[in-house]
């Protein structure tokens, strides 16, 4: 029944505001440039600096920072030569933009931070080193390079099924020793692959990132100093087609053949520098082991035509072309801004059966993203044949109707008889079954590990509680974001598809980032969002606009003024409403010229996408009484967007437009009302659970109706939907916290807790291990089917922290400055463990209830607050004053304030 500190009084003593002059009680710790830990190649002149603060003490503000930064690290250490000293700074912010002399191209910086504190100041931060890309176009002398042909047999350029061999490229050089830093700069398209004397430059996989290539292409920067040796070396690439060469079922040509430019800068001791820049002296052949790759259908690999040695020096190329000079692909070349795919996890198969087929039958246990790296024993010439599917079908066949065009086929043609372990380089496939064709022997688990890739990015998130069906939802809802995190938030992994579906991430992406430190992907994903912008404002549904869709609606597109906000808000990352309110404002001016008659959103592509059907083989419902009115849909969402646009206006220092977006959105509310509320029934349209609920939500509703309105939610979803969701992509953005917020967690809580159709419970009854495109994945045609979108999260994941484990960045806080924490306790749950690694700092709640106990610890991280919400009911008692700033009685509440720190509230019921 109280706040215990789980720290020594006399610690909670000196931490009480007078100062005994104790230092380093609070250390800087995660110091970041660009929100990464290993920045390499940064070409923006302001990049976003940022730390945290650790402390073992409670209530630490920091009152004022100081930063240096140098180009050599001795000289920071004793001040000199510092490029930025920004003094003692007073403020409390822990990002900050840089402020010294301008970054110069290609060089290497260092520098540190630290605080003062109401505990008193911290050491200097350990140093992060950080590195510039090239920051001018002059600063390249290599030329795009390639073979400017198709010249094998049975190379093709189609919609469907394209097959071109990959390019292998190479250039001896010399260098002397005394290498005191060698700096590779590459891009090759569609995809490529380093190596330097043989050794491959990174465990990135598939770069570049993917972006609308004729707009902008990204290049990669690889320290490579411990790869260069004095004498002879040798530089190879291998390219790939990726989506360059084509891209599937576009309607669009490809973008070209594959190309690569490559720069190596070497730097000596003595100041001196060597440039090994691709051009035409480079040697070009396509006659390798890759003989046909294609992101969607497979990698063929060949091993007779193993060019052995072909990567390191001295390799006779005799018989290889002198490299074709290719167009230059791009407006601009960029360095990449976001994490590359690498193997982010091992798994190993659940079971390896040999069918009576004679094939072998792989079940990796789990619905997953990545590769097989499979060791097997083969025959000489004989092609082993891996096929990959989500699902299988009764005989153990695999299932592949859902995949489309898409041939998810790798093969692998051995040299000899013998043993081989192989891995594709440029593919990937969504997968739990692969059926393997042709190989000997007796194959076990042992022999084939499953690769998971996806955008190296951290984990942000745990989380558990007492029930297993949220838990497990959970799980899937991991497996699922991850496994969709390739360059882009993709909508799925495995059929013809795997593009940046707008709608489908315009709520998710703030539930993902509790999950994943996913930032940086959102970032670089606005940015493809406005290099798909259409000169008249209309956004692309898809983007990059591998698919062009300007169909002109909101609901998709909101993705795009969404993710920004969700930026600012949970990273405290201003750059992308900066960057982006030009083109958001656009956007918003085309739709109010374009989309909207009397004041309304009329345009409306998609409707509530893949709401649950009348009938189990539908994959859209055709029943007007389920379906909401698109012009509901695209007014209540643009009307949420209007005032989202106010404050982005008044952040960029735009304060002139916010009448005009206010005017906007008046003049909708009044036209909203007037056609779609029924002041009598108090019901919006057809009276959907979407409707209503959105109306309600973005605060459409006349005063004084809100409950009513409300009540017709709960009514239709207990009523006619018996306590399950009604609701498609749209809808399911705010059912879960609408549901709550109104008064009726009970029936959020039945809703994820349901294991019967239609609910995400459902989808985990009937084996899924991610979460599925359809509510009725398992009965409804294949067309349209995936077993691994994610679209269907819609408000969940926010749910289980903001609502579940009470972690919620407060109303007007960023960056999780000030949490609210007020988990809603359904009955039935018994505990909540989650934490988050927040911007700025561990954020951790842990509540329970076992029998009379009740029991609720909060970490709060050092320079943040939090208002805590603790119902009396749980909680009779006052909890004693011990560290709170405040404590309040509200309602149902003791409204508790804390400063940073550990906490525990304890009780008897
Ligand atoms: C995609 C979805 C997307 C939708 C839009 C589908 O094919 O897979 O995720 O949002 O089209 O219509």
Redesign the pocket.
């Known amino acids: 029944m109280t706040i215990k500190k789980k720290f020594p009084i006399l610690l909670l003593f000196v931490c009480s505001g007078f100062s005994l002059g104790v230092a380093q009680k609070v250390s800087v710790v995660s110091p970041r440039v660009e929100m990464q830990e290993n920045p390499l190649g940064i070409d923006r002149k302001d990049p976003h600096f940022s730390w945290q603060l650790k402390s073992g003490m409670n209530d630490v503000q920091q009152t004022g920072y100081e930063i240096q930064m140098g180009t050599d690290l001795q000289g920071l250490k004793r001040g000199n030569n510092l490029m930025w000293q920004s003094g003692l700074v007073s403020s409390d912010h822990m990002q900050v933009g840089y402020q010294g002399s301008p970054l110069q191209s290609g060089k290497e910086y260092y520098w540190r931070v630290r605080v003062h504190t109401n505990c008193g100041e911290s050491h200097w931060s350990a140093v992060q080193r950080f590195t510039t890309g090239l920051l001018h176009d002059t600063d390249w002398v290599a030329k795009w390079i390639g073979e400017d042909a198709m010249s094998n047999p049975g190379e093709s350029q189609t919609e469907l099924h394209t097959r071109l061999a990959a390019r292998y490229l190479r250039k001896d050089f010399q260098a002397s020793s005394h290498v005191s830093r060698a700096t590779l700069y590459i891009s090759g398209l569609g995809y490529y692959q380093a190596f330097l004397n043989g050794k491959c430059v990174s465990e990135d996989l598939l770069t570049p990132s993917i972006t609308f290539y004729s707009e902008t292409v990204y290049y990669n920067t690889y320290d490579v100093t411990r790869l260069v040796h004095g004498g002879d070396n040798a530089l190879g690439v291998i390219l790939g087609n990726g989506r360059y060469f084509w891209v599937r079922g576009s309607g669009m040509e490809g973008f070209g053949l594959p190309r690569l430019l490559a720069q190596l800068v070497i730097e000596y001791a003595d100041g001196t520098k060597k440039i090994i820049a691709s051009d035409e002296t480079w040697k070009v052949t396509s006659k390798g082991p890759i003989v046909a790759n294609n992101e969607f259908d497979d990698e063929e690999y060949d091993m007779r035509k193993e060019l052995s040695g072909w990567n390191v020096s001295g390799y006779n190329d005799a018989a290889w072309k002198n490299a074709d000079i290719m167009s230059v692909p791009c407006k601009r070349l960029r360095a990449q801004p976001c994490p590359s795919v690498a193997v982010m996890e091992r798994l190993r198969p659940l079971s390896v059966t040999r069918l009576a087929s004679g094939k072998v039958l792989i079940d990796m246990g789990q619905n997953m993203v990545g590769r097989l790296n499979a060791s097997f024993q083969g025959k000489e010439g004989q092609k082993v044949i891996m096929r990959f599917a989500e699902l299988i079908n009764p005989d153990s066949t695999l299932y592949v109707a859902n995949l489309r065009t898409a041939q998810a086929t790798d093969v692998f043609t051995p040299a000899a008889d013998g043993r081989f372990s192989w891995a594709p380089v440029f593919v990937y496939h969504g997968f739990r079954y692969v059926e393997i064709d042709s190989i000997e022997g007796r194959p076990d688990t042992d022999d084939f590990v499953g690769e998971v890739m996806y955008d190296k990015m951290k984990c942000t998130g745990d989380f558990e509680t007492s029930n297993a069906v949220v838990n497990q939802i959970f799980k899937n809802a991991y497996w699922g974001i991850r496994g969709n995190y390739h360059n882009m938030p993709t909508?799925?992994p495995q059929r013809d598809?795997r593009?940046g579906?707008l709608?489908?991430r315009a709520t998710g992406c703030w539930g993902e980032s509790f999950m994943f430190d996913n930032a940086l992907l959102y970032r670089k994903w606005l940015q493809d969002i406005e290099e798909s912008q259409r000169e008249d404002g209309v956004v692309s549904?898809v983007s990059p606009r591998f698919w062009t869709i300007y169909s002109g609606d909101v609901t998709?597109p909101s993705v795009y003024i969404l993710a920004a906000e969700m930026l600012y808000r949970h990273y405290g990352d201003t750059t992308a409403i900066v960057r982006h309110y030009d083109s958001m404002k656009c956007w918003v001016e085309y739709i109010c010229q374009n989309s909207m008659k009397d004041g309304l959103v009329v345009r409306d592509?998609?409707g509530d996408?893949c709401m649950p059907p009348e009938s189990p083989e539908l994959i859209h419902s055709q029943d007007p009484l389920r379906k909401t009115d698109g012009a509901i849909l695209g007014s209540t969402t643009f009307y949420g967007l209007l005032y989202k646009m106010m404050e982005f206006a008044r952040l960029t220092g735009h304060p002139e437009d916010v009448d005009n977006y206010r005017t906007h959105a008046e003049v909708l509310k009044k036209a909203y009302n007037k056609r779609f509320f029924n002041y009598e029934t108090a019901q919006y349209g057809n009276n959907s659970v979407t409707g209503n609920l959105l109306s309600l939500r973005y605060g459409l509703v006349p005063e004084g109706y809100e409950q009513r309105v409300f009540q017709n939610v709960v009514d239709k979803t207990e009523k006619d939907c018996k306590g399950h969701v009604s609701a498609g992509?749209v809808g399911i953005q705010h059912l879960m916290r609408g549901l709550t917020e109104y008064g009726r967690k009970d029936l959020a809580y039945k809703i994820v807790t349901n294991t019967d159709y239609p609910s995400w419970g459902y989808m985990i009854e009937k084996g899924a291990t991610t979460i599925w495109?359809l509510w009725n994945g398992d009965t409804a045609a294949p067309d349209?089917n995936?077993a691994n979108?994610v679209?269907l999260l819609g408000d969940l994941l926010i749910w289980y922290y903001e609502n579940l484990a009470g972690i919620k960045n407060a109303e007007e806080s960023v960056g999780f400055r000030h949490i609210e924490m007020k988990p809603c306790f359904p009955d039935g749950l018994s505990y909540v463990k989650a934490s988050y690694q927040s911007v700025s700092g561990e954020i951790a709640s842990h509540w329970s209830r076992t029998g009379k106990e009740f029991s609720w610890e909060v970490t709060i991280p050092a320079n943040c607050s939090a208002t805590v919400y603790l119902p009396i009911a749980l909680h009779p008692e006052k909890p004693e004053a011990v560290r709170a700033h405040s404590i309040k009685r509200a309602g149902e509440y003791w409204v508790v304030e804390l400063g940073s720190g550990d906490y525990r509230f304890q009780s008897k019921i």
Do not use: Q, R
Request: with cysteine.
């Open positions: 909508d799925c598809e593009h579906w709608g489908d549904a998709w592509e998609w996408w992509v495109e349209m995936s979108h679209m």
